[in-house]
């Protein structure tokens, strides 16, 4: 079992930027990938960024050249830095991380999800 702690969202003016941090409780089970998802109301969950464990990185063309997403191996945690935020940011965001035990069984963990909200 792996457990994901996020921190970091809020309420931030348009134009503003935000830092939130994933922390996957130890585990037997290697991570490989992480990232982030997002909810607006009344809308599906999408991806926004995800990061492998070397380091590749993808990120949603709506956040490209605004978003980083960044990962420290050591302490199993992601980050995901947001800057000129807009009001279409607005959403639940959720991290995930991608448990492997070497073999044949992986399985992806979810956050608690965190608000930001981009609002004047």
């Known amino acids: 079992q792996v457990q994901l702690v996020e921190s970091g969202g809020g309420l931030v003016q348009p134009g503003g930027s935000l830092r939130l941090s994933c922390a996957a409780s130890?585990?037997?089970?290697?991570?490989?990938?992480m990232g982030w998802y997002r909810q607006a109301p009344g809308k599906g969950r999408e991806l926004v960024s995800a990061?492998?464990?070397?380091?590749?990185?993808n990120y949603a063309d709506s956040v490209k050249g605004r978003f980083t997403i960044s990962r420290d191996n050591a302490k199993n945690t992601v980050y995901l830095q947001m800057s000129s935020l807009k009001p279409e940011d607005t959403a639940v965001y959720y991290c995930?991380?991608?448990?492997?035990?070497?073999?044949?069984?992986?399985?992806?963990?979810w956050g608690q999800g965190t608000q930001v909200t981009v609002a004047s």
């Open positions: 990061i492998t464990r070397g380091g590749s990185t």
């Open positions: 130890a585990s037997i089970y290697r991570i490989n990938d």
């Open positions: 995930h991380a991608d448990a492997w035990d070497g073999r044949s069984w992986s399985y992806r963990y």
